[in-house]
């Protein structure tokens, strides 16, 4: 239709002729709503339009043809549907509000699961173009925050969306599942995209991603760099969310560290961390046990010593306690916390012990999660305990009842019911809690593994790799010792799984945890070849929790102590490098040696000074004569290392849980191969040897013998280096009276 067809169309509409002027109008309202059924218009909005367009049609009628009646009832419905229209728009419009208000993470309302129902309510049908645009937008965000990482992949396929959102997305995905190329394409690509219509969140997100980029790759200068930049930009447009400041400047003050400043970073990293109490501001209840979490992560990188780190502690503790702000459930939950830390972190134990004099204290957590979850804190820091003093023990016995007397099961029924199908990451979060739970109250190790085995389903139906590769490991943890085959199934697998990802710095991690599986299976050439390939990623661990630091150390402990056993097992590999008759004896006769003399040799391999700690397990046998059994453990990573020990038909040497070593954990089994022997059993005691309580002869062949390993274990890891580096970085101080020096059997 030509500009004359419609200046035609306008004189036919407006002529003296009222049925051609009806006729004209009808055609070319007739026309424009072909035209409207073809736009991607939501059905309300179709309808109303149509309805209205049809009023419309009967008032100009009724106006030509002097209807007054016909006018008053379409004047009425045009009314009434443009009304509609209006009212319909600015509802929707306070739904996605409030969407919005749950689903945006610089809110500090944002609750994701809530988000998610709310969309769901949401009729879709009365949604205008733009607001469905930004519905979709939110339903991604939540679907990728939620774990389902699946439907929001397949909700990217739209082309319409936004090109910096989408790639962020994708990025976002891509990383976890591990594939970091794919995580750093998307992550260029987003860069490159993104223009002024680009939300400014995910501008400063793509900027610290990048960074961190950097930070993998070794470029610490650049990396602080772009910090720099993005904490600038991030004030520009106003970014105000305090999870992400928070990492941000954990990140920037931790690079800080890296980047060859002359006081080692400390100067500048305190100052950033100032900064971000300065970005916080207000500060709110969760904020404070943030910042301090922040500042114990940067002492712990600068290598500040105990004394410092639990000044820091016990301050946050009565900064806590005293804290107006706080509401009493909140005060619970955050202390029980700081309890955990005083535990992974070698700290103060008493303040925490003291506010949970009474059981009582629990009665103001109305919250499930926040309960189950302080208790589960609370369990953490009780279990790295003596207990011999009547106070922790009423609190651990006060704690294990919630476990024991199925109020911690309720708490998870409850946590559980309250999640949408979609709620990936957090269903099975409840899962792997109810895995672990059913092992500590004393349930079937078959319960245990179904619970973790629907959590891996889940988790790698949502294109979850690295979580769902934890729950493999965790539950190879969780089967150890009553479902050996199973946990060597799962580390199996795992293992298949992490060999078809592209190698990337993170991979480290779980090869450490499997390394140390495989030690305390007995499995020594599959620990030995997982701490390889874990070394070989160089993963920097600063980034994780004690916990994780810790397993990594005692890998390194684990693969070193099966290097050993390997070279005891060929002597015609290390004869020739000894230098003493003694050391060429004592090699002749091993294994049948003298146990003192092991651990010392053990020790010392493992990088002990002059000391070495051990226990000793004292028998008397029928003559009166006392007979010792000696080995070594190391309390700060919880093992015991044993050259005496072997599965049947293996070779010497096995690694154990401290308290799980054969000599401590069945009294029952051992007294009675004792009484078949003609032995009394006698207790087991934590001492610290030395080689003075050797013979001459013993302490020069053990050192012999040192020497010729020494120069067999030249370029192959862990060195020495290896385990004190992993020690410094992973292990705390033991709290005193952390560790019951005597062990009854």
Same mark, same amino acid.
């Given at each position: 239709?030509g500009?004359?067809?419609?200046?035609a169309?306008?004189?036919?509409i407006?002529?003296?002729?009222?049925?051609?002027?009806i006729l004209?109008?009808s055609?070319v309202?007739?026309?424009?709503?072909?035209?409207?059924?073809k736009?991607?218009?939501?059905?309300f909005y179709k309808?109303?339009?149509f309805?209205?367009?049809?009023?419309?049609?009967?008032?100009?009628?009724s106006?030509r043809l002097?209807l007054?009646?016909?006018?008053g009832?379409a004047?009425?419905?045009l009314a009434v549907?443009l009304?509609?229209?209006?009212v319909?728009?600015?509802?929707?419009?306070?739904r996605l509000d409030d969407i919005v208000?749950?689903a945006?993470?610089?809110?500090?309302?944002?609750d994701y699961?809530a988000?998610f129902?709310l969309m769901n309510?949401?009729?879709r049908?009365?949604?205008?173009r733009?607001?469905?645009?930004?519905?979709d937008k939110d339903r991604?965000f939540?679907n990728i925050?939620l774990?389902?990482n699946?439907?929001?992949?397949?909700?990217?396929?739209?082309?319409?969306?936004?090109?910096?959102?989408?790639?962020f997305?994708?990025?976002?995905?891509?990383d976890a599942?591990c594939?970091r190329a794919g995580?750093?394409?998307?992550?260029e690509?987003?860069?490159a995209e993104k223009s002024?219509?680009?939300d400014?969140?995910?501008?400063v997100?793509?900027?610290?991603?990048?960074a961190?980029?950097?930070?993998v790759?070794?470029?610490?200068k650049?990396?602080?760099?772009e910090?720099?930049?993005?904490y600038r930009?991030a004030?520009?447009l106003g970014?105000r969310n305090?999870?992400?400041l928070l990492?941000?400047?954990e990140?920037a003050a931790?690079?800080?560290t890296k980047i060859?400043?002359p006081?080692?970073g400390?100067?500048?990293?305190?100052g950033?961390?100032e900064?971000?109490?300065?970005?916080?501001?207000?500060?709110?209840p969760n904020d404070f046990?943030?910042?301090?979490? +922040?500042r114990?992560?940067f002492?712990?990188?600068i290598g500040?010593s105990?004394?410092?780190r639990?000044?820091?502690?016990?301050?946050?503790?009565?900064?806590?306690l005293?804290?107006?702000?706080?509401?009493?459930q909140?005060?619970?939950?955050?202390i029980?916390s700081?309890?955990r830390?005083?535990w992974?972190?070698?700290?103060?134990?008493?303040?925490?012990l003291?506010?949970f004099?009474?059981?009582d204290r629990f009665?103001c957590?109305s919250?499930?999660d926040a309960?189950y979850?302080?208790?589960?804190?609370?369990?953490?820091?009780?279990s790295?305990?003596?207990?011999n003093?009547r106070?922790?023990?009423?609190?651990a016995k006060?704690?294990?009842?919630?476990?024991?007397d199925?109020?911690a099961?309720h708490?998870?029924d409850?946590?559980?019911d309250?999640l949408?199908?979609?709620a990936?990451?957090?269903r099975?979060q409840?899962l792997?809690e109810?895995?672990?739970l059913?092992l500590?109250?004393g349930?079937s190790?078959e319960?245990a593994?179904s619970y973790?085995d629907?959590a891996i389903g889940?988790?790698?139906?949502?294109?979850?790799?690295?979580?769902?590769?934890?729950?493999?490991?965790q +539950?190879a943890r969780?089967t150890?010792?009553?479902?050996?085959?199973v946990?060597k199934?799962q580390?199996?697998i795992?293992?298949?799984?992490?060999?078809? +990802?592209?190698?990337?710095p993170s991979?480290?991690?779980?090869y450490?945890e499997m390394s140390?599986?495989?030690?305390l299976?007995?499995m020594?050439?599959e620990c030995?070849?997982?701490y390889?390939?874990a070394?070989?990623?160089?993963?920097?661990?600063?980034?994780?929790a004690p916990?994780?630091?810790?397993n990594?150390?005692a890998?390194?402990?684990?693969a070193r102590?099966?290097?050993?056993?390997e070279m005891?097992?060929?002597?015609?590999?290390?004869?020739p490098?000894?230098k003493?008759?003694?050391g060429?004896a004592?090699?002749?006769r091993?294994p049948?040696?003298?146990?003192l003399?092991k651990t010392l040799l053990?020790?010392?391999?493992?990088?002990?000074?002059?000391?070495?700690?051990a226990?000793?397990?004292?028998?008397?046998?029928e003559t009166g004569?006392?007979?010792?059994e000696?080995?070594l453990v190391v309390?700060e990573?919880g093992l015991?290392?044993?050259?005496?020990s072997?599965?049947?038909?293996?070779e010497y040497?096995?690694v154990?849980?401290i308290?799980?070593?054969?000599?401590?954990?069945?009294?029952?089994a051992l007294a009675r191969?004792?009484?078949?022997r003609?032995?009394?059993?006698?207790d087991a005691?934590?001492?610290?040897?030395?080689?003075?309580?050797?013979g001459?002869d013993?302490a020069t062949a053990?050192?012999?013998v040192?020497?010729?390993l020494g120069?067999?274990?030249e370029?192959?890891?862990?060195t020495l280096?290896?385990?004190m580096k992993?020690?410094l970085?992973?292990?705390?101080?033991v709290?005193a009276?952390?560790?019951d020096a005597s062990a009854?059997g």
């Open positions: 239709m500009f004359q067809d419609i200046l169309a306008i004189d036919i407006t002529g003296p002729d009222p049925s051609l002027s004209g109008l055609i309202v007739a026309i424009w709503l072909l035209w409207l059924c736009q991607a218009l939501a059905r309808a109303g339009i309805v209205a367009a049809l009023a419309f049609v009967a008032l100009f009628a106006v002097s007054l009646w016909l006018a009832v004047s009425t419905i549907c009304l509609a229209l209006l319909n728009y600015f509802l929707c419009a306070q208000g749950k945006d993470p610089s809110l500090p309302n944002c699961v988000a129902r309510s949401v009729d049908d009365r949604l205008s733009r607001q469905l645009a930004c519905l991604i939540c925050y774990g389902n699946g439907v929001a992949k397949r909700m990217l396929e739209d082309e319409n969306l936004e090109p910096a959102f989408r790639h997305a994708l990025h976002i995905i891509a599942a594939n995580s750093q394409a998307e992550l690509s987003a860069l002024d219509k680009t400014p969140f995910i501008t997100q793509l900027w610290h991603n990048r961190i980029s950097y930070v790759n070794g470029q610490f650049v990396a602080d760099d910090f720099k930049k993005t930009e004030k520009r970014v305090k999870s992400f990492l941000l400047f990140n931790l690079n800080k060859g400043l006081d080692g400390v100067e500048e990293g305190w950033l961390i900064e971000c109490e300065k970005a916080l501001v207000p500060i709110g046990g943030q910042l301090f979490n +922040l114990l992560l002492m712990r990188q500040a105990i004394e410092d639990n000044k820091l502690y016990l301050a946050e503790v009565k900064s806590t005293s804290n107006a702000s706080l509401s009493e909140q005060r619970v939950v955050a029980a700081l309890g830390i005083a992974s972190d070698g700290l103060d134990p008493a303040p925490v003291n506010f004099d009474e059981r009665l957590v919250d499930p309960r979850y302080a208790h589960k804190n609370l369990s953490a820091m009780l790295g305990l003596a207990v003093d106070f922790p023990n009423i609190l006060s704690v294990m009842r919630y476990f024991r199925g109020d099961e708490d998870l409850v946590m559980e309250g949408p199908p979609e990936i990451l957090r099975s409840v792997r109810r895995a672990a059913a500590m109250v349930e190790v319960r593994v973790t629907e889940l988790l790698e139906g949502s294109l979850q790799v690295m979580a769902a590769l934890e729950c493999r490991w +539950l969780l150890l010792y009553d479902k050996p085959e946990a199934l580390l199996s795992a293992e298949e799984r992490l060999a078809a +990802l592209n190698k990337q991979l480290g991690y779980p450490f140390l599986c495989y030690a299976l007995g020594r050439t030995k070849g997982a390889e390939r070394a070989g990623f160089e993963t920097p661990m600063g980034q994780y916990g994780v630091r810790i990594r150390t890998a390194t402990f684990c102590f099966y290097m050993l056993t005891l097992g060929n002597p015609e590999e290390v004869c490098l000894l003493t008759r003694e060429r004592w090699l002749s091993y049948k040696v003298s146990s003399s053990c020790g010392k391999f493992l990088g002990n000074g002059d000391f070495v700690p226990m000793t397990r004292l028998f008397l046998d004569k006392l007979y010792a000696t080995w309390q990573i015991a290392f044993d050259l005496d072997r599965k049947p038909g293996e040497g096995l154990f849980e308290q799980r070593h054969p000599l401590i954990a069945d009294g029952d191969v004792a009484a078949r003609g032995h009394t059993v006698l005691r934590l001492n610290q040897c030395n080689k003075d309580l050797l001459a013993d053990v050192f012999d040192l020497d010729a120069i067999l274990t370029g192959r890891v862990p280096e290896d385990i992993s020690y970085e992973s292990c705390v101080d709290p009276g952390g560790w009854e």
